[in-house]
């Protein structure tokens, strides 16, 4: 059972516009949720995370939205960039307990286009 | 070192061999964790350290796959006998803290399995 869904698999947006990508969790446990840029041949790195009590949370051009009540977010790419292009993959974990594993969505490839 | 360092980069790997990954983990990190990546796929846990304990290793896939951290630093995960569904990139993590929100939480770039 796939803990965390995450859509869509792929996305090409236009430079300048607005990338959306979604997610849905399972476990009610979990309390924490970041988003990882990947490029290739690198590892996951942290973009941005949010804690379950906050509805938002915006660092820059992304953006946070969560929906507790839904079991739902979302990441919001704003004036996407060509510099942006990379697999993009939303996360969660239950709390700050000692060796709590990240549980990984199937990640999100975007291209934007100059 | 300043980032999480793993070797070889690549390993190409005949179907039967045994072969060894390393992870050289940020100083003074105390929480160490694998993943393994297949391809077009998220990094799934495999095994978890704190210090040199192996606290966790319910991730693990087969009895065929075994880590160590001996003296609380350096990790090798070791695969024998590897299968052609071991080809992944094998991912490390280390932090300060114990879990994923702990400071410094930082990837290494993983070293991409073939097995052939």
């Known amino acids: 059972q796939q803990q965390v869904k995450q859509s869509p698999q792929s996305l090409i947006v236009q430079k300048g516009g607005i990338s959306i990508i979604n997610c849905a969790y399972e476990?009610?446990?979990?309390?924490?949720f970041p988003w990882y840029q990947q490029f290739p041949g690198k590892g996951p790195a942290l973009l941005i995370a949010?804690?379950?009590?906050?509805s938002e949370k915006k660092e820059g051009r992304f953006t946070i939205s969560f929906n507790k009540s839904a079991k739902q977010f979302s990441l919001h790419i704003m004036d996407s960039q060509p510099g942006d292009s990379a697999t993009y993959f939303c996360?969660?974990?239950?709390?700050?307990?000692?060796?709590?594993?990240?549980?990984f969505g199937k990640g999100t490839t975007l291209s934007v286009s100059s | 070192g300043a980032g999480v360092s793993q070797s070889p980069r690549y390993k190409v790997a005949k179907r039967g061999q045994d072969v060894a990954l390393r992870c050289d983990p940020i100083?003074?990190?105390?929480?160490l964790f694998w993943y393994q990546q297949a391809l077009g796929q998220g990094p799934e846990f495999l095994t978890y350290f704190q210090n040199e304990a192996q606290l966790d290793k319910s991730g693990l896939p087969s009895d065929r796959f075994f880590a160590e951290r001996p003296e609380g630093s350096v990790s090798t995960l070791k695969i024998q006998r590897t299968q052609q569904e071991d080809s992944a990139v094998y991912l490390c993590?280390?932090?300060?803290?114990?879990?994923?929100?702990?400071?410094?939480?930082?990837f290494g770039s993983g070293t991409r399995l073939t097995v052939v």
């Open positions: 996360a969660a974990s239950r709390a700050n307990q000692a060796g709590t594993a990240l549980i």
């Open positions: 993590a280390s932090s300060l803290g114990s879990g994923p929100r702990a400071p410094g939480y930082t």
């Open positions: 100083s003074g990190h105390v929480s």
């Open positions: 476990n009610t446990a979990f309390d924490y």
């Open positions: 949010i804690r379950p009590d906050v």
